[in-house]
């Protein structure tokens, strides 16, 4: 069996992670970007793409596809035709994609939201949100209808969104609280969510701000991920970090049965008093590369090196010896 995937997001870690386990790896690249999977000896074989459309087209029995955000910003509902198989449940993909869902997933896991808001009932500072994973790319924060019809006019205008991104835009009220990422993996074979590391992503230019005085900053923060960098958490918050997380498996598979398989990630903001969350992905998140040798949680939990592609490389060697590989794909 080959262990493949798109090149770019988690790509290097995915391809390291499934050779460690003794796989055979592909990429598939964008012509031209081909370069990176050389310099980086993790792919026994590059496919090279002209689109990302071709993934539609490819098919191979004895290949498993682990899939990442870029197939999500780029394929958008059509991911869920892809004829490789895919490593999790390709539905979990729709539901993050699409953020009514992705809200409601949480809301019915009892997880702790944010305010939504309707343009004209923004009455505090909102942060409003685009369809698909773009990477918090054309973000902006507002604080009243006026502000809000002036700024994605604006957007309009200057092309970096459609019209009707900003119809389907998200608009949510702005947690003032500390980011971070939890990496879960929930194993269908051993029926456990496991929680593997935690990160925090940085962000241009929001990142950027704390470092001008005051008077300058009225500058507006936009939301782009540049890289990631690695976190723990006072014990005393884990417990409800590891709640969230059994939470969410736990709901998804009464919404989207057999529910989330694999890795899984939940965007929380802390505030003193609260432990909020505005998004779940349904997938490997780039942040999980941090931890290529493991983080402190997943050497507790393995006694060695384990990182999320080394976790997902040995959930299919553990299916095909086992004879349990549908139970992991979809
Ligand atoms: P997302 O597309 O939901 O992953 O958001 C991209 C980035 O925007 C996050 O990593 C946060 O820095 C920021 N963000 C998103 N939603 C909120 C929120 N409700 N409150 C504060 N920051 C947010």
């Not at 009514?100 to 944010?114: G, V, Y």
């Not at 890795?263 to 003193?272: I, Q, R, S, V």
């Amino acid at each position: 069996m080959i262990i493949s995937t798109v090149g770019s997001h988690s790509a290097l870690q995915i391809l390291h992670g499934a050779k460690e386990e003794g796989f055979k790896t592909r990429v598939y690249v964008i012509k031209g970007r081909e370069d990176l999977y050389k310099r980086y000896p993790v792919a026994d074989e590059i496919h090279i793409l002209e689109n990302y459309d071709e993934m539609l087209e490819i098919s191979d029995e004895d290949t498993i596809l682990i899939p990442h955000g870029t197939l999500i910003a780029t394929l958008g509902e059509r991911v869920v035709d892809i004829p490789l198989k895919i490593f999790g449940n390709r539905q979990g993909m729709i539901w993050e994609m699409k953020r009514e869902l992705n809200l409601d997933l949480l809301e019915k896991a009892n997880i702790r939201t944010p305010r939504s808001f309707y343009p004209a009932d923004i009455d505090t500072l909102c942060i409003v949100k685009f369809p698909g994973a773009k990477g918090g790319a054309g973000y902006f924060l507002c604080s009243t209808p006026k502000e809000y019809q002036q700024k994605s006019q604006d957007l309009i205008a200057q092309e970096k969104v459609s019209a009707n991104d900003v119809e389907n835009a998200q608009i949510q009220e702005y947690i003032v609280g500390v980011t971070m990422y939890p990496h879960y993996f929930y194993s269908p074979l051993h029926d456990k969510v496991e929680m593997l590391g935690i990160d925090r992503r940085y962000e241009t230019n929001v990142d950027a701000l704390g470092r001008l005085s005051m008077e300058n900053t009225s500058i507006d923060s936009t939301y782009t991920v540049v890289g990631n960098q690695p976190l723990v958490v006072r014990e005393s918050l884990l417990p409800k970090i590891l709640e969230y997380g059994d939470n969410l498996r736990a709901m998804s598979l009464k919404l989207f049965s057999p529910g989330l398989i694999g890795p899984y990630c939940l965007e929380l903001a802390l505030t003193p008093d609260e432990i909020i969350a505005f998004e779940f992905t349904s997938r490997i998140v780039a942040g999980t590369t941090l931890y290529v040798q493991g983080s402190p949680y997943s050497k507790m939990l393995y006694g060695e090196d384990m990182s999320m592609a080394k976790r997902i490389a040995r959930e299919i060697k553990f299916a095909i010896d086992t004879n349990r590989l549908e139970e992991v794909l979809s």
